[in-house]
């Protein structure tokens, strides 16, 4: 099944998930198979991350708590809250793929 983790970061943890990125994007990495999308979210500027939004495929919710309990960010307080639901993808994609240049992204895209 689909979940969608929607993250939204604590007030002043961005040094905190600078330090983490990458532990984290290994933790990521273990379900990349299981990825539908995932990736920062911005406040209104584009530029300044405020969480993450991820939809990942799981056996089930118990599947999906284990892997989030032990997730960085998660386990170090970058994240005020995470809110889970079950999603089901009716839309076939057309876009929303990375972007084949990303140099001109924020370094917190990259």
Not at 6 to 15: A, L, R, V
Not at 28 to 45: I, K, N, Q, S
Not at 69 to 76: A, G, I, L, N, V
């Amino acid at each position: 099944m689909l979940f969608t983790l929607y993250c939204i970061d604590k007030p002043g943890s961005t040094e905190r998930r600078l330090a983490l990125r990458a532990i984290h994007r290994a933790h990521v990495a273990t379900v990349a198979d299981r990825l539908a999308a995932a990736g920062p979210l911005f406040a209104d500027d584009g530029v300044t991350m405020v969480g993450s939004l991820l939809i990942v495929d799981f056996e089930d919710r118990a599947a999906l708590d284990a892997w989030l309990k032990d997730e960085p960010f998660t386990q170090q307080g970058v994240y005020e809250s995470v809110t889970v639901r079950p999603f089901l993808n009716v839309w076939p994609q057309r876009t929303g793929a990375p972007p084949q240049d990303m140099s001109n992204l924020s370094a917190f895209a990259r």
